[in-house]
């Protein structure tokens, strides 16, 4: 049986090119923030609110593409890679299939801000946003579902390539396209839409790229024939991933609400929201990574019968995730006014948004702990329970609790920030206890693991 030191060791090898990957990736929308911020409140505005209605349709859509990397890892450890290169095929006709649906949604999404009545200017700015990241959206989901197929192969270093890529380009678009530069037009917030589709079809080529030519895809065989659209493979694939891709929505859905729902307060409680949830989506990044890494060495226990390495695998990376958000934690509560000045200069939105880090720095632990058991659950395929504890916890309670402080008992701002860690606390509790129940239950009962 390993020691602890190895399971540390295996896991963090894993999930360090993920966290480089997650955080490169997050990280463009982080530079989009910082340079919209030396073009005003209304463009970074704009960008919040823009941001959040694709992150709606593309949480879904990332969601639903996760069940590549669960099963792919469970049919590499069981031994069977070339099933796992047809699933992938299958899963890029799905991929096509959720492009549409994130292209339609984001497109006619200006229903949204005129229901929540978003200030003109802004609504405005942010549906150039949208018309731009939309071209984007093919490459995206192709390029993601060839990730998860790498991921679950136990290969994680494309991702941290590819995700290097990403921001090495889109600093440079940025400063081009935001800004005007090189005889090129100023287009503010909407430039940042045109960089970031431009960015995501470099990765997909790189992506694409990497899996043709390295030697240890070659026995997946994912590109060495032509395979047709087969509905029960698809099926098979939905019937795992539609809950994963429901519950992400649910998570991500209650922090683009919140985004939405603050832009009726006016441009500066917007701006400030923005800063402090994009400094907090940074950071989210390490647990997310390290989510990901535990879902595959699950998985892979799991496909190769072995129940008590799938629960060790699973425990140790929940440790792993609370140590991080202890650090994490500490760091915004000693430095909350130093972190909100890599954002704006803006006196008023430096006080604001530096309150609002308070919150933050709270639920490190809780965010920590379910994104990391969700990604056990992940791993063992059990995901329509934790469905239905994201629509609990992030709306009937976090949501629900984050209105009501904010609207009815004019809290502002604050009140949306402890509705998000009522969600995640309730989440956190009943993700973890779901996996110690389950992982237990594979050791007590033989044959479940298979």
Known sequence: MPGLRYEVGRTLVLAAPLVIGQLTNFGMNFVDTVMAGRLGKVDLGAIAVGSSI???????????????SA????????????????????????????????????????????????????????????????????????????????????????????????????????????????????????????????????????????IARRPQYRVFGVFDRYSGPNLREI?????????????????GGMFAASALLVGILGALPVAAHQVAMNYTGLVFMVPLGLSGAITVRVGNAIGRGDPEGARRAGLVGIGIAMVFAIASAGVILLFPEAIVRLYTTDAEVIALAASLLLFAAIF???????????????????????????????????????????????????????????????????????????SRRLIRVPGNAA
């Open 71 to 210: 099963t792919v890892s469970q049919l590499d450890g069981a031994g069977r890679p070339r099933k796992a290169g047809e699933f992938t095929r299958q899963a890029l006709w799905l991929a096509l299939a959720l492009a549409a649906g994130l292209i339609g949604l984001v497109v006619s999404a200006g229903w949204v801000m005129e229901a929540l009545e978003v200030e003109e200017t802004v609504a405005e700015l942010a549906m150039g946003y949208l018309h731009a990241i939309a071209w984007g959206a093919p490459a995206l989901v192709l390029m993601l579902t060839l990730r998860f197929f790498s991921e679950g192969a136990g290969y994680t270093r494309p991702t941290m390539y590819v995700g290097l890529l990403g921001i090495a380009c889109n600093i440079p678009l940025n400063w081009l396209l935001m800004f005007g530069n090189l005889g090129f037009p100023r287009l503010g917030a909407v430039g940042a839409g045109w960089a970031t589709a431009i960015v995501l079809w470099l990765q997909l080529l790189l992506m694409v790229a990497w």
């Open 235 to 251: 099926a098979a694939l939905l019937k795992v991933g539609l809950p994963i891709g429901f519950m992400v929505l649910m998570e």
């Open 54 to 68: 694709w992150a709606a349709g593309f949480l879904f859509t990332l969601g639903v593409l996760l069940a590549v």
């Open 364 to 438: 490190q632990l809780s965010d920590g702990l379910q994104v990391a058991a969700a990604g056990a659950l992940r791993g063992m395929k059990d995901t329509r329970i934790p469905m239905l504890y994201s629509v609990v916890a992030y709306w009937m309670i976090g949501m629900s609790v984050g209105w009501w402080l904010t609207f009815r008992a004019d809290w502002g701002p604050a009140g949306m920030w402890i509705g998000i860690l009522s969600g995640l606390s309730v989440a956190a509790v009943l993700l973890s206890a779901r996996y110690w129940r389950l």
